[in-house]
């Protein structure tokens, strides 16, 4: 299979590129930066400016399937207004290229996999979200409204469009798993904020196993969480880290105290989802990783 990935130099497509070239695919990466991506050799890497599709509708045209995980990172930098608009830029405008290129190309792929994340529900205290769940009203929830949708039009076409809804990915370069470790490195780990919401987690090995899944899988169509079936609560989380760290887990971060910090960002750790892969789950996949403790002690001990 042609495989063409947009954002395949981030942590997710670093991991997913050498298991496409294991299964045979030939891969080509469109980078804004193509000179500074270190790929493996046989991947071609071309350049584009983020932003339009019309110079890469040619190559396009050769390929079979598209994987668009462009996106400013969320964790980076406080949630000013101009922060705001380059995460909503960097993933609607992205999706916009994404159609142009579809429009443009005499060939069509035949599947388009679309990067999306778990936040598209909002904060939903214990309430149990599967994919039927609507979509939540805060800032985080409608970017994930308006990047699903920047890409809708390429169904018209008769497109298999699948929407990933990825968790908390944890991975040994996870800059996410990074965070959590530092105080509990520094042996002062606690609950964040009340420590009762909800953490939809999946190990990065399911979210490679999961997005190969749906690959190719022709009944896959629409959206699907990428998060384990056992959700955590954040107090659960970090005593099973504690545990697999041997630190101990005493000191509590107050909520205020991280909303001070961190302002609106403190929303990727203050609330949660309590999120189901129902959908993978019916389709037939199999976790690897369904207890975090398993998945944590696979990714932090030798």
Known sequence: MNILIIG????????????????????????????????????????????SGAA??????????????AGANLGVGRWTQQRKMEFLASRVTSGQAVVEA??????????????SAIGYYGPCGDEVITES??????FLAQLCVQWEASTQPVEAWGVR?????????????SLVLKRLLLPFRLGVGGPLGSGRQWMPWIHLADQIGAMLFLLH?????????????NPVR??????????????PYWLPVPAFALRLVLGEMSTLVLDGQRALPQRLLDLGYRFAFEDLEAALRDLLTD
């Open 56 to 69: 890469w509708a040619d190559l396009l045209a050769g390929m079979d399937a598209v994987i668009n995980l």
């Open 234 to 247: 954040n107090a659960v989380f970090g005593r099973i880290l504690a545990r697999v760290l041997r630190r």
């Open 133 to 138: 769940s609507p979509p939540g009203r805060d």
């Open 161 to 173: 469009r699948v929407l990933l809804r990825t968790g908390i990915v944890l991975g040994r370069d």
């Open 8 to 51: 395949g130099s981030g942590f997710i497509g670093s991991a997913l590129i050498p298991r496409l070239l294991e299964e045979g695919h030939a891969i080509n990466v469109l980078s804004r930066r193509p000179h500074a991506v270190r790929l493996p050799p046989s991947v071609a890497v071309h350049p584009w400016d983020g932003h």
């Open 102 to 115: 579809f429009a443009l190309a005499p060939r069509k792929p035949r599947l388009l996999m679309q990067a």
């Open 217 to 229: 899988n022709d009944q896959a169509v629409g959206p699907f969480n990428l998060t384990a079936p």
